[in-house]
């Protein structure tokens, strides 16, 4: 009997390691085919004015405001689109404006939207809403793309305005999860140039997801500059992991990273120690608590202990969920968008980030964050070696399996 269960398990072991094996090969081959397609696209700078949000309230407040007063067209890409209150206000809203004639497009990752009902869906497309779910599953490479999400917020409307961040719709965006607490993010709001090349990024996913083209009316609408210059840039599994490195090496003094999962590559990791001997002040934000990523933070306590002991500051924010996906360095830029610190967002994800350089928004975002550590706490090493015996057991993850949390 032992005989033959000791042989059973061999053979699951087996069947499990092979699948693992034909996983890796899979993601690797899908992700050099579509990257060799899809490469890093980083526009010129434009000027434009630019908001912040920090609050689930004021950021929906504003979105659904302007949706509201939109005239000609609706452009929408989230994540994640819950099946609760918040999203069925988005949906009466979006219904709306498509019964007044409106273009009005709704975008949502095929994983991030597993939530919504089909009924839901035949309604906005009955009201004229059109609806697609992004990056669906190949059966040329299942595997890659099934890790391959669409993680980009994208919100355009009469290609005039633009929103890009870390807010996902739903209640627990609103800070109404018991589970997280409040919810901590942020997002922007932007007026001015460069919102037609925003613009661009949704029509070409759109086209990619839905196998159809949607004529850009942004060329008719025209909008004069602002105070704050920015860029945008879309990365789709590579050219992320470059610029972030080139980012580092070139920072002189200051440069503060803050993000939910930090798992960054070999190669991040080695750009930060060397910024640090060059004695670059280097501060680190992470939340306390995690969202669904449990298997994610142990091999993460391994990574920022090795900066600790660099002399790395690291906070770990305790006021609820923090969700920010925060870069600035020097006294140079502001990076805040949809990319998170973890090889995910830096050899899977599509996102979106906006890289801003105007003085005044950089000084705003510094004082925010300065706010967001006095709601954390610094941790040294005593933190580390104070966690579960589980977290320690599991700090080694192997670093090509941590390219899947």
């Known amino acids: 009997m032992m005989v033959k269960l000791i042989k059973r398990s061999a053979v ?7 699948l693992l094996f034909i996983m890796i090969k899979d993601v690797q081959q899908g992700q050099k085919h579509y990257t060799e397609t899809h490469p890093a696209w980083e526009t010129p700078v434009y000027n434009g004015n630019i908001s912040l949000y920090k609050k689930g309230q004021t950021l929906f407040s504003a979105l659904f405001q ?27 809203l979006l219904k709306e404006k498509a019964s007044q004639g409106l273009n009005v497009y ?28 992004s990056r669906k599953i190949s059966a040329a490479h299942p595997f890659y793309s099934a890790h391959h999400r669409n993680h980009r917020r994208i919100a355009v409307i009469d290609s005039s305005i633009g929103y890009v961040g870390g807010f996902n719709v739903g209640e627990e965006y609103l800070g109404h999860e018991k589970k997280l607490g409040k919810w901590h993010d942020y997002h922007i709001r932007i007026t001015g140039e460069g919102i037609n090349t925003l613009e ?13 083209s949607i004529p850009s009316s942004s060329s008719h609408n025209i909008i004069k500059g602002g105070e704050s210059s920015y860029r945008f840039l ?7 992991e470059n610029r972030m490195k080139k980012w580092i090496k070139e920072a ?11 798992l960054p590559p070999r190669s991040i990791m080695d750009e930060l120690e060397q910024a640090l001997k060059r004695g670059v002040h280097v501060t680190i934000l992470v939340p306390e608590k995690t969202d669904a990523r449990l298997f994610a933070r142990p091999p993460s306590y391994q990574k920022l202990k090795i900066l600790v002991d660099k002399g790395a500051d690291v906070y770990v924010y305790n006021h609820g969920f923090f969700h920010g996906k925060v870069l600035v360095k020097d006294e140079e830029f502001v990076d805040i968008g949809t990319a998170n610190g973890d090889s995910r967002s830096f050899f899977l994800n599509d996102e979106s980030n906006c890289i801003i350089y105007d003085k005044q928004f950089i000084q705003k975002m510094k004082n925010s964050l300065t706010k967001d550590i006095e709601k954390s706490k610094h941790v040294d090493q005593s933190y580390f070696e ?5 977290n320690k057991w599991s700090q080694n993850v192997p670093e090509f399996l941590q390219y899947y949390f």
């Open 66 to 92: 302007d949706i509201k007063e939109a005239k000609s067209s609706v452009y929408l890409h989230f994540y994640i689109l819950r099946n609760d209150a918040l999203t069925k206000r988005l949906f009466s």
């Open 12 to 18: 699951a072991l087996l069947i499990l390691l092979l």
């Open 386 to 390: 104070s966690l579960p015996f589980w």
């Open 234 to 240: 879309f990365t789709s599994g590579s050219g992320l």
């Open 252 to 262: 002189n003094s200051s440069l503060f990273v803050a993000t939910p999962y930090f």
């Open 106 to 133: 709704l975008s949502v990752d095929l994983i991030g939207g597993h939530e919504l009902t089909r009924e839901s869906i035949e309604q906005l497309k009955k009201s004229g809403v059109k609806v697609s779910f």
């Open 200 to 212: 661009e990024q949704f029509l070409l996913d759109w086209r990619e997801d839905s196998k159809e």
